[in-house]
């Protein structure tokens, strides 16, 4: 049992090495089978093989132990992520090579807890025939893991059951003996300071709020303009009920209706009578004025928004005229087109929709075809990849056995190098010391060197000094005499004198205020020009509207002479006279 252990132990030292993102599993296979140089064989072949398996079928394996990790293993370390792996492996693929007594020895080297609880978990039938058989199929194909994989597993199960109940009713003394009660510790209270009471603080003064000012009166009652818009409307009112009573009194003779054959009245003081009682709501519509007859003044913008807003009109007007010069006229023949156009593109729509309906029918035909030669294509990878690892392993083979002969050769050399030791000691210590002879004299000719430098430097600095104690004695001007005309000459690009910078400054200026004249007078120009618009489009409202007066006028010429045939003389009254002359006649006919 020790050996199993020890080779679990290798095996999952070499898997947490691993890393995924950074190796590729071959290099490190052969990485991992160098350094196992100094095992056996036997014990090195049974070790590169479990770790082959483990890194080939890594995502299988992972499937299980995160799925265990998340339901029953909460309470395991994940330094034991690879030790599970380990075990799923053997059990999955390896349990009838090795055999089931063989397979019992290296699960009782490992942790007897542990091992029992993940292989309780994963030989639960629920589990091997519901999601892990899922699993495992979204990776590789389910007529292949239901046949070599969770068929063998369910056939192993009774087995392990009785192994793991063997376990689990294993004596206590394979445990760990309990260890001592430690000694309890006993808590003991800080030695704290008693802090000083508090001052109590003085209180703020309350803040005394300003007294608002009240609600104005004029919040509570109607504006001045509702006044006089309701005094306006009672004179309007009152207005009307005066004409309309003038009217039904004093109407006149060629309004009243009258019999055929029947004679025209004669005695002016016989009264007529209505043919209709008079009512208030057959009043013509009323102009309301504001008080006073104060003009409503117009701003810029309503005067260009009703500018525009008759320019449209005009525009759509002359598009209609255009269109009525241009013959647009009947729209059945239209109609009878997009009937046409409509049956058309339904006709062509049943076309597409069979049409998609056949490529339906096909696409699944396809379908069916793509996932036969798929699973053919599976089985095809299956039997190359066996014959793969059936090459690999010829070669590892191989290359084992060229391993050996080359650490033989690598022995044979090492003692014949140890009877050449002596000689290489003493040619060793010779090079040394010619080596130590070479670099005492190159550090005495570096520390001459050296010295050499530092009496020069002390020399120059002494001359450097002398130089500037007589510099210091010469006698200087303390005052400085200064040329505005002369430029400077640091070597700048575009340098100049004081003299040329103020002109320069001077003529900046004059082009300035020059530049403010000339924008005042293009904002003037530009104000008179819109003034000047703006009375253009006053104008041009004043006269639209005038026409859009007279052609309501004429409407209503058009559509009331009946009207006004059927309501008698009361509303006669109330239309002007040129209408009347213009439907009548004049008033003495």
Same mark, same amino acid.
């Given at each position: 049992m020790a050996y199993y252990e020890k080779c679990i132990e290798t095996v999952i030292e070499q898997l947490n090495k691993f890393k995924p993102e950074k190796d590729s599993p071959e290099e490190f296979l052969e990485a991992a089978s160098t350094s196992l140089q100094a095992l056996s064989p036997q014990k090195r072949a049974f070790i590169l093989e479990v770790l082959s398996g483990c890194l080939r079928y890594r995502k299988i394996l992972a499937v299980v132990v995160d799925a265990f990790y998340v339901r029953d293993g909460r309470l395991c370390p994940r330094a034991d992520y690879s030790l599970? $792996?380990?075990?799923?492996?053997? =059990?999955?693929?390896?349990?009838? $090579?090795? *055999?089931? #007594?063989?397979?019992?020895?290296?699960?009782?080297? #490992?942790? +007897?807890? @542990?091992?029992?609880?993940? &292989? *309780?978990?994963?030989?639960?039938?629920?589990? &091997?025939?519901s999601w892990v058989k899922d699993e495992w199929s979204l990776i590789y194909e389910t007529a292949h893991v239901r046949e070599n994989w969770i068929n063998p597993l369910m056939r192993w199960q009774p087995e392990i059951q009785e192994l793991i109940n063997q376990l689990e009713g294993a004596p206590a003394s394979q445990s760990l003996p309990p260890k001592a009660k430690a000694k309890v510790t006993e808590p003991k209270e800080f030695n704290l300071t008693v802090p000083k009471p508090r001052t109590i603080p003085v209180p703020e003064p309350v803040p005394v709020m300003a007294k608002p000012r009240p609600v104005p009166p004029s919040t509570y009652q109607l504006p001045k303009e509702h006044q006089q818009l309701e005094m306006v409307r009672r004179h309007n009112r009152r207005k009307a009920e005066e004409r309309l009573l003038r009217a039904n009194t004093e109407e006149l003779r060629c309004a009243m209706p009258r019999s055929r054959g029947e004679p025209p009245v004669q005695d002016s003081k016989k009264k007529p009578r209505l043919r209709f009682p008079p009512r208030i709501q057959r009043t013509p519509k009323l102009t309301f004025y504001r008080p006073d007859n104060v003009p409503v003044k117009l701003n810029t913008a309503a005067i260009l928004r009703e500018g525009a807003l008759y320019q449209r009109q005009v525009e759509k007007e002359l598009q209609r005229v255009d269109k009525l010069v241009d013959g647009a006229g009947d729209f059945s023949e239209f109609l009878k087109w997009q009937k046409k156009m409509q049956a058309k593109d339904r006709e062509e729509q049943l076309a597409a929709g069979e049409c998609r309906r056949l490529q339906g029918k096909l696409s699944h035909e396809e379908a069916v075809l793509a996932r036969q030669h798929l699973v053919q294509e599976n089985k095809q990878k299956a039997d190359h990849g066996k014959q793969e690892t059936a090459q690999l392993m010829f070669q590892r083979a191989e290359r084992q056995l060229q391993e050996e002969r080359s650490m033989k050769e690598l022995v044979q050399q090492v003692l014949e190098a140890q009877k050449n030791v002596k000689v290489a000691q003493t040619k060793l210590v010779k090079c040394r010391r010619?080596? +130590? #002879?070479? +670099?005492? $004299?190159?550090?005495?000719?570096?520390? #001459?060197?050296?010295?050499?430098? =530092?009496?020069? $430097? %002390?020399?120059?600095?002494? @001359?450097?000094?002398? %130089? &500037?104690?007589?510099?210091?004695?010469?006698?200087?001007? @303390? *005052? @400085?005499? +200064?040329? &505005?005309t002369q430029i400077p000459g640091y070597g700048l690009e575009g340098e100049m004198s004081v003299v040329e910078l103020r002109e320069r400054l001077a003529l900046l200026k004059e082009t300035q205020q020059r530049e403010q004249e000339e924008k005042r007078d293009q904002i003037i120009h530009g104000r008179r020009a819109k003034s000047q618009e703006l009375q253009n489009a006053v104008e041009q409202i004043s006269l639209c509207r005038a026409a859009m007066g007279r052609s309501a006028a004429l409407r209503v010429q058009l559509k009331w002479p009946c009207a006004i045939l059927e309501s008698g003389p009361k509303v006669a009254l109330e239309f002007p006279l040129v209408l009347l002359e213009l439907y009548w006649g004049p008033m003495g006919a």
């Open positions: 599970f $792996e380990v075990i799923c492996y053997l =059990a999955t693929f390896q349990l009838e $090579e090795l *055999g089931f #007594q063989l397979f019992c020895n290296i699960v009782k080297s #490992q942790p +007897v807890a @542990k091992v029992c609880k993940f &292989l *309780g978990f994963f030989f639960n039938p629920i589990h &091997l025939c010619q080596i +130590v #002879q070479e +670099v005492t $004299e190159e550090s005495r000719e570096l520390l #001459q060197r050296s010295a050499e430098e =530092a009496k020069e $430097e %002390q020399r120059r600095r002494c @001359k450097l000094i002398f %130089q &500037l104690r007589a510099l210091e004695t010469q006698p200087t001007r @303390k *005052g @400085k005499l +200064v040329d &505005l």
